[in-house]
């Protein structure tokens, strides 16, 4: 490579909003109904059915832009997108394009740390976090598509409905990223204030918040923008990373030979690791948008932008200070918590209920990220409710059962919600308190290891760990481990 060139990004991410019902009409939003099942005259698009606006998806769109610093539009209104495809049964997408309902905001993220040269040049107060501001164009509201389903066997397409009409944002960011690492900054820090509000779970894999990167390459000093493509079909973080490199190398690779990048939608293949063209990319003009005459202008008055400014909740930040002075845990905790609303929240409840912070923010941070972790779950998929880990942590606490014997009711609690106190009695694994019974156990087993006890009067202290196991494993994992190392070691002095 001859020249050096920077990465110029820009976002459109949409995300499906938490309504229960679509955007203009009462059908149902929920995920996974038989095809067409969810539908009726309006979002599939029949002559002579109006739409009537749901009201919760303007207010979680204003919601987003608040937390998003963007202006509110307080007189907007909707336009027709047209085009023809066969999962847009009006030929027209309802969305707002001359005004749409939130302008001029930004984002502020984080990402990585200051290199020396860029602390001594004052890049940040903190001296450490890098930080830079994403501005954003703006946030849309829209109407969804539905989904075509190629049947290979068949040799044919499919059209499911379902999605027709479900209620989505379109945030447009300015092209600000130069990396994929701002990239996912940027959508993280999205994501986090979506799901706090409660406007959506941002599930990528379900569809529930996609990104469409667009992306050009320029040389290293230049003001001019090259020509950018758009990259779709990307669902999560990881396939994001493998387009933005893909996308930069190919551009990179054209011009390095002479040749010219044309302006074109793409579609990456992640299993290939490659992307290729869909069709040229659509101007505003191509569209042939105008005003939707169905639907009326919306008026936004202070006083609806106050009460949804009201509604508002802690975001991240502000409960991350409040849980170092409030719960005393350490900084990595609050970390990791408050990293999706949904486990913040399961801490404040379970803690309120047994009044052990430490232990509950143990119980999330080990064993809950690690079965999310071997499920390949979000944290929003969790399903056991604060009380039943308070509960949990209480039976532990009362020695009604040990850690391991914990660990085991935790696992199957974590796929049902499964109540740990039923569970334990029904199951007969309440914890043996009976000194006398574990002592003669001990004594059992220090009598049919001499070569361990040998080990351990000679000095091997890891021997013990061997005897401590066989009294575990005769008591069918019944006994307290402490109770079990401290006669242990009574017994083997005495002897």
């Not at 302006?263 to 948008?289: C, F, G, I, L």
Request: proline share 4%.
């Amino acid at each position: 490579m001859s020249k050096e060139y920077e990465t110029v990004i820009g976002l459109e991410v949409h995300v499906e909003l938490a309504t229960k019902t679509k955007i203009f009409c009462g059908c149902s939003t929920a995920f996974g109904g038989a095809p067409n099942t969810h539908t009726c005259p309006v979002c599939t698009g029949m002559p002579g059915s109006l739409p009537v606006l749901n009201k919760q998806v303007v207010e979680y769109a204003m919601a987003v832009g608040l937390a998003t610093n963007c202006e509110i539009t307080r007189h907007c209104k909707f336009d027709r997108k047209n085009y023809f495809y066969p999962d847009n049964p009006q030929n027209y997408q309802i969305s707002q394009l001359y005004l749409p309902i939130c302008r001029n905001g930004y984002v502020e993220i984080e990402t990585g740390k200051l290199s020396v040269n860029e602390k001594n040049a004052g890049k940040t107060e903190s001296g450490e976090v890098k930080r830079k501001r994403v501005g954003i164009h703006e946030i849309h509201m829209e109407e969804d598509a539905g989904k075509l389903i190629h049947d290979e066997w068949g040799d044919c397409s499919l059209v499911d409905y379902n999605r027709s009409g479900v209620p989505l944002i379109e945030i447009v960011s300015e092209p600000d990223m130069r990396s994929a690492e701002e990239v996912i900054a940027y959508l993280e820090k999205l994501r986090m204030f979506v799901q706090y509000l409660g406007a959506s779970d941002c599930k990528l894999e379900e569809g529930s918040m996609r990104a469409d990167v667009n992306l050009s390459v320029r040389e290293v000093g230049s003001e001019k923008f090259g020509t950018r493509t758009e990259m779709k079909n990307l669902n999560s973080f990881t396939s994001i990373q493998h387009a933005i490199a893909g996308e930069r190398e190919r551009q990179i690779d054209i011009l390095e030979s002479g040749g010219t990048v044309i302006q074109e939608t793409r579609r990456w293949d992640d299993t290939k690791s490659e992307s290729y063209a869909m069709r040229s990319k659509e101007d505003a003009q191509d569209y042939r948008y105008f005003p939707d005459p169905d639907l009326i202008p919306i008026d936004i008055s202070d006083e609806w932008i106050e009460k949804v400014k009201a509604s508002a909740p802690e975001f991240r930040p502000e409960k991350m200070e409040r849980y170092k002075t409030e719960y005393g845990i350490p900084d990595y905790d609050i970390e990791l918590i408050t990293a999706t609303k949904k486990t913040a929240d399961i801490f404040e409840e379970a803690t309120k209920l047994c009044g052990q912070p430490k232990k509950v923010s143990n119980w999330l941070m080990v064993e809950t990220m690690r079965l999310l972790k071997e499920k390949n779950m979000d944290a929003e998929d969790i399903v056991f409710s604060p009380a039943h880990l308070a509960d949990l942590i209480n039976l532990v606490d009362k020695k009604v059962i040990n850690n391991n014997t914990a660990k085991q009711v935790f696992e199957v609690m974590f796929e049902n919600d499964t109540d740990p106190v039923k569970y334990v009695e029904e199951n007969g694994l309440k914890q043996e308190n009976d000194t006398g019974a574990i002592k003669g156990i001990c004594e059992q087993v220090i009598a049919d290891n001499p070569a361990s006890v040998a080990d351990y009067k000679g000095g091997k202290q890891k021997a013990i760990g061997f005897l401590v196991g066989q009294v575990m494993k005769q008591a069918k994992g019944k006994a307290d481990p402490g109770t079990v190392n401290q006669l242990l070691k009574e017994l083997l002095d005495q002897a």
